[in-house]
């Protein structure tokens, strides 16, 4: 069975910065892209960043470039989204999520694994 555990969400103030991880288990990663989404009350379930299976490409939404930044360690099926310069408006649920493919994708009907979440609220 293949499972995605997200952690280190948490409540941090505005500017600060939190470092979420995504450890996967069940099954080897190799080959596949990962991806970060976050989803807040009333909205819908957004990309925020994806890494390819090597780590030589990444994606970021609009929204967080220049703040956010994705990596992976395969060696430990772990992939890792450290956020800095938080905003009151990045308060959301944050979801990993993986894909039986190794090319990165935005839409979340993309992929095919998913964490149960972890929350992450800014206050102001």
């Known amino acids: 069975q293949v499972e995605l555990v997200e952690s280190g969400g948490g409540l941090v103030q505005a500017g600060g910065s939190l470092r979420l991880s995504c450890a996967a288990s069940?099954?080897?990663?190799?080959?596949?892209?990962m991806g970060w989404f976050r989803q807040a009350p009333g909205k819908e379930r957004d990309i925020v960043a994806a890494?390819?299976?090597?780590?030589?490409?990444?994606y970021y939404g609009d929204s967080v470039k220049g703040r956010f930044i994705i990596s992976r360690d395969n060696a430990k099926n772990t992939v890792y989204l450290q956020m800095n310069s938080l905003k009151p408006e990045d308060m959301a649920v944050y979801y990993c999520?993986?894909?039986?493919?190794?090319?990165?994708?935005?839409?979340?009907?993309?992929?095919?694994?998913w964490g149960q979440g972890t929350q992450v609220a800014v206050s102001s």
């Open positions: 999520a993986a894909r039986n493919g190794a090319g990165v994708r935005t839409g979340s009907n993309d992929y095919d694994y």
């Open positions: 890494i390819t299976w090597s780590g030589s490409y990444t």
């Open positions: 069940g099954r080897s990663f190799s080959g596949s892209a």
